[in-house]
């Protein structure tokens, strides 16, 4: 059984910064891409950022230039350092990858509150 497991989040003010991580556990053959999406209160899930295997990245227009993505595949890890963050980036931040080239996981989700 595969599984993905956010950490990270928290209460930031705005300005500040955080850096989530996703770490994925159980039979792992291989991971192809990965991302990080959002939900916030009364909105429909939106892509964050992906990454593919050999590292390109994609990012929604509202977080260039101020979210970085990256991923460890040692570790099978993949993090997304969030600077400068803004009240409108409070959401539920959520994980996903595809594993083993068999359909998408997601992680449960880790709360990002900006706010002063």
């Known amino acids: 059984q595969v599984q993905l497991v956010e950490s990270g989040g928290g209460l930031v003010q705005p300005g500040g910064s955080l850096r989530l991580s996703c770490v994925a556990s159980?039979?792992?053959?291989?991971?192809?891409?990965m991302g990080w999406y959002r939900q916030a209160p009364g909105k429909q899930r939106e892509l964050v950022a992906t990454i593919s295997r050999g590292g390109f990245t994609n990012y929604a227009d509202s977080v260039k230039g101020r979210f970085t993505i990256s991923r460890d595949d040692a570790k099978n890890t993949m993090y997304l350092q969030m600077n400068n963050l803004k009240p409108e980036d409070t959401a539920v931040y959520y994980c996903?990858?595809?594993?083993?080239?068999?359909?998408?996981?997601w992680g449960q989700g880790t709360q990002v509150t900006v706010s002063s």
């Open positions: 159980g039979s792992i053959f291989n991971i192809d891409a």
């Open positions: 996903a990858a595809t594993i083993n080239s068999v359909g998408i996981h």
